[in-house]
């Protein structure tokens, strides 16, 4: 808290707080210090802040900014920005603005030239990546799919090519359409993860290929209980210069390596598939 005291806490900046995904403890000190400063908290959910906040004894003026009301909660908030104010925003979970309200708000704050100051903190998407075990170093954010089935399908069509792990939100409801969709799209051998309730008492995360999904879900009525961050392996990058790179690195890691090893070498550096790399090099080793 010594540290907190010597940072600066500009006036007339709207702060966006993130807030824990589940679990309360993983609030930061930072977080409730600007907290404890600020003037008034947007929030996407009164009752929800109220309580949140009640756990560690801070009480301030909450106005109500979700989704039905952005653009007249934005108008609020740049007024009293602009009177001096410090302004914390926060979504009922995580990272405000990201799947959850707060862009427009920001935005507007931006474009009237007020300050916006982030306070980083729980983020449910990196939270299941980082347990996730899926190797790349891209990762492709889409949100929430379409509800409707045909617009779910057509839009799953354009990420076919994605190379990039692709993550997902979804609601309990629509976890077994949204697997069923997925393993319509995409190919059966693909890995999916499915990170249910991060950080709470009854936090599951099970990866598997996309072909047992929906046999997984079926199997546990609570599978289909409480939010989901849904992980989809991406493409396999296309077969032209990659090939060539990768017998490249192959045929210096084959001069001084066993074939096994040096495919497992050549598959952290390329992000190529083992088993694929191991079939490569067995031929050239041969040839």
């Known amino acids: 808290m010594g540290e907190m005291a010597h940072q600066t806490y500009p006036s007339a900046t709207l702060y966006v707080v993130a807030t824990p995904i589940g679990n309360v403890t993983d609030i930061s000190l930072r977080a409730l210090h600007v907290l404890s ?83 980083p903190g729980a983020s449910a998407v990196v939270t299941a990546l980082s347990a996730s075990g899926l190797v790349n170093d891209q990762f492709y954010f889409v949100g929430f799919l379409p509800a409707k089935a045909k617009q779910r399908e057509n839009f799953l069509g354009t990420l076919r090519a994605v190379t990039a792990t692709m993550v997902f939100y979804e609601a309990p409801h629509r976890i077994l359409d949204c697997a069923s969709a997925l393993a319509a799209a995409f190919e059966p051998t693909r890995q999916v993860v499915f990170a249910r309730e991060l950080t709470k008492m009854f936090e599951e995360i099970h990866r598997c290929p996309l072909s047992e999904a929906e046999a997984w879900i079926k199997a546990d009525g609570h599978r289909e209980k409480g939010e989901f961050v849904v992980l989809l392996e991406g493409a396999t990058p296309a077969e032209d210069e990659n090939d060539a790179e990768a017998d490249r690195i192959l045929q210096i890691l084959l001069a001084e390596l066993p074939v096994k090893q040096a495919a497992g070498l050549a598959a952290q550096i390329t992000g190529r598939k083992k088993n694929a790399l191991y079939d490569r090099a067995l031929t050239l080793k041969n040839d």
Do not use: W, Y
């Not at 996407?44 to 949140?52: H, K, P, S, V």
């Not at 009177?83 to 474009?111: N, W, Y």
């Open 37 to 119: 400063l600020v003037n008034a908290v947007a929030c996407e959910d009164t009752r929800n802040t109220a309580t949140l906040m009640g756990r560690f004894g801070l009480h301030k003026p909450l106005i109500a900014a979700h989704q039905h009301n952005e653009r007249e909660a934005a108008e609020t908030l740049i007024a009293r920005l602009q009177a001096g104010e410090r302004i914390a925003l926060v979504s009922d979970a995580g990272t405000p603005a990201v799947s959850d309200p707060g862009a427009r708000i920001v935005d507007a704050v931006r474009a009237a030239g007020l300050r916006v100051l982030p306070l």
